[in-house]
């Protein structure tokens, strides 16, 4: 394949870059990112293309140098050591403790399994304080509340996983209790505070076939506080109104552009039953 050529776009300045190496191995490199000072929601590796960050209204390379197919195998296996398996079977995510970072990992092929590609995103290692997050003190206050079912709506890269993740951390700063979470992956550790924590992974690998199937099992957990990561279904939607019904609090996320569109979503998903 004729190697691609890179002229039109765009590349971090000196200024922008700092000492970021241009050498060493990929996994030095995405260390060396997700340390600095450079702002970035994401960072986009394909093969026979150099590193991308994503920022605000670009996409930006951070050198010149593209990725070869050697390197991105290499950081698979540090991700997934059955990687090669998984990969033929489709496109799959993975949580990872990289040093001193915690990042989300899709791994994926394209162009007919020619090519390997991924996209990394970094989370903190510890849950945000509530009060840091700048969200008016209504939606704050959901922390304080023990029943009901509380929805977390907006679209990609909207905060979704960082506010919810800072509401179980607030919870579980300010009363005792068992917190369940069922997340794909699990993003962000929670530490154990006064409450107990549970952080269930969907997923092959993990410790729950699905959404719904984790949310079946919680409440033969006592659980207090119930976190479903995502209503993806009719299933999942159906059973997390059902638990909110049973006692506990139950947070749940949806991917939607606004609120009212996500409360249209989960209406659909509800359907023609008794729930809706």
Same mark, same amino acid.
């Given at each position: ?42 960072? =986009? *590796?394909?093969?026979?293309? &150099?590193?991308?960050?994503?920022? %605000?209204? /670009?996409?930006?390379? @951070?050198?010149?140098?593209? !990725? ?110 068992? =917190? *369940?979470?069922?997340?794909? &992956?699990?993003?962000?550790?929670? %530490?154990? /505070?006064?409450?107990? @924590?549970?952080?269930?992974? !969907? ?74």
């Amino acid at each position: 394949m004729d190697q691609p050529n890179y002229s039109q776009i765009e590349t971090l300045s000196t200024a922008e870059s700092g000492d970021f190496p241009s050498t060493g191995t990929l996994v030095e490199q995405i260390l060396s990112l997700l340390s600095s000072n450079i702002g970035f929601s994401d960072i =986009i *590796i394909h093969q026979n293309s &150099p590193i991308m960050l994503r920022q %605000p209204k /670009r996409l930006v390379a @951070v050198s010149d140098i593209p !990725v070869t197919a050697q390197e991105l195998e290499e950081f698979f296996e540090v991700i997934e050591p059955n990687w090669e398996e998984r990969i033929m079977e489709r496109a799959f995510d993975r949580a990872k403790d990289l040093y001193s970072a915690r990042i989300r990992v899709n791994c994926f092929t394209f162009q007919g399994r020619k090519r390997l590609g991924c996209v990394i995103r970094r989370f903190p290692t510890e849950p945000l304080p509530l009060a840091s997050l700048g969200l008016r003190q209504s939606t704050q206050d959901f922390a304080k509340i023990s029943s009901g079912l509380v929805l977390i709506i907006g679209d990609t890269c909207q905060g979704k996983s960082t506010t919810i993740a800072s509401l179980l951390d607030q919870i579980n700063k300010t009363r005792a209790g068992h =917190i *369940i979470t069922i997340e794909d &992956p699990v993003e962000t550790l929670i %530490p154990q /505070r006064k409450a107990i @924590v549970t952080q269930r992974e !969907v997923g092959a690998d993990g410790d729950v076939a699905s959404f719904y199937l984790g949310a079946l099992d919680a409440l033969r957990e006592r659980p207090d506080v119930i976190l479903i990561g995502e209503i993806r279904d009719a299933q999942t939607a159906q059973e997390a109104l059902a638990l909110s019904e049973a006692g506990p609090l139950v947070l749940a996320t949806l991917h939607a552009r606004s609120t009212e569109l996500g409360i249209q979503k989960m209406l659909r998903l509800l359907g023609n039953t008794e729930a809706q």
